[in-house]
């Protein structure tokens, strides 16, 4: 940027301007300066005012012209002071411009910043490093208004080329640029410990480029415009529509990381996906033909949408562990006697036939309940739950026996019911010959009764991968009575497997108390 207009130096010799043309950056002085300019009899230290009063020059001068330190002043506040060479802004000074504020201080050449320096910006932030024709070229420094710090290559004083960059949020990126956007091959690394390295476009993930999330999710393959052109949007469960179990045997759980048009999402790793069971919610009349159990008022649950036509509240999913819970916890489940007030809600989780009603089986067969439920990671966008068990209904949950019609069918023999004014019988104790002959098996004990549940598969990846999570996914399950030489889990599907299990579970929390 030069000193003041723009006109040939007087370096080349005097000649003549036409009538009352302003002096050039102050290097010409007009007729009467040109004169004594001539004679070389300027010399020393002086101060000059132009005849136009827009620059005023200070320094000193050399056979006539500004030579050697001096400081040229604008009408308007701005000014030069430096080195003058043959009456032309040269080498090294301080330039400040009035109107932006700004100010450099570093090399000039012909009153342009050339070569390095440093520009002070009014409204926040400097650059230091090479400049040409007054703007930003080559290698250097430069720190934002907002203090974010560039180091790398300039053109036509914008970001271009090799260069690293720390953002006020912390991230760093180590790169290509190209007029002042991330392009070409890059490394970010997050402030959140996130780091992708790979292509970039116009600032954003764009081509071949792999992520390693703070979360633990890993993504490998093609972005567009910032986001990844494989990336799984939906988890599936597979198997049947209805999938049926065997009463008290452990089973699995596949699932799979689809992407919007089926595909697996092989490219993704390393989501987090919780398993969790819900048992189906009805409400119930006091004169229900089924067994049902009383929730306690401490223990009632937020309702589960689920998309097979009914809600269902949380229960447990049990898997081997080290630890269990200790015998007073389970005995205080098992024992507790709570009268079912006629007209409560309650849940009803289909007729026992003969298993055993307590769940004290629980300690014995060595399973502690998960809740919310077991985790596995995603690889390569499959998951298996594996050993995955329902364990009997957890304290708070108490089952009572009712009418004689369903344990009839199933071989015993029941003389209790509900009764408007009656008590109904306790877990421990249920009324006489209602148990099958013989003593249920630990292993019953310690299963959920049969009826119909839905198993949950939830990404709970912390913190969401790129801000967002899956949404859960579904599957409808049945416990069925184990038989001889069953294998551990069965999965049949369709409407007549279902068909005489409709009326098979309900949930209902206990209304509040009449005060």
Known sequence: MAAAGEGTPSSRGPRRDPPRRPPRDGNDCGPRDRSLAALGSIQGYGVYVYPNSFFRYEGEWKAGRKHGHGKLLFKDGSYYEGAFVDGEIMGEGRRHWAGSGDTFSGQFVLGEPQGYGVMEYKAGGCYEGEVSHGMREGHGFLVDRDGQVYQ????DNKRHGPGQMLFQNGDKYDGDWVRDRRQGH???RGADGSTYEGQWHSDVFSGLGSMAHCSGVTYYGLW???????QATRIVILGPEVMEVAQGSPFSVNVQLLQDHGEIAKSESGRVLQISAGVRYVQLSAYSEVNFFKVDR???ETLIQTPFGFECIPYPVSSPAAGVPGP??????????????????????????GQEDTPGGLLARGHAPHCPGACQRVEQGCAEFTDVLLGPPPPGYHPFLLLDSLHKKAGGRSRGGLHPRGTPPTT?????????EGRATEEQAAAAHLGEYVLMIRDVTTPP???????????HLRVVAKRA????????????ASSSWQAAHSCTPEPPAPR
Do not use: M, T, W, Y
Request: proline share 15%; net charge negative.
């Open 328 to 353: 007073r916890a389970a005995k205080g489940g098992a024992e507790a006697d709570v009268p079912l007030p006629r007209g409560d809600l309650e849940l009803h989780l289909g007729a026992l036939h």
């Open 224 to 230: 567009i415009n910032g986001h990844p052109a494989e």
């Open 152 to 155: 790398g290559s300039f053109h």
């Open 485 to 496: 030489g069953q294998p551990p889990h069965v999965l049949e599907e369709g409407p007549e």
């Open 465 to 475: 991968f790129l801000g967002r999570r899956l949404p859960p996914a579904f599957k």
């Open 186 to 188: 890059g490394v970010l």
């Open 298 to 300: 401490d223990n009632q």
């Open 428 to 436: 421990q104790e249920p009324p006489g010959g209602s148990r099958p």
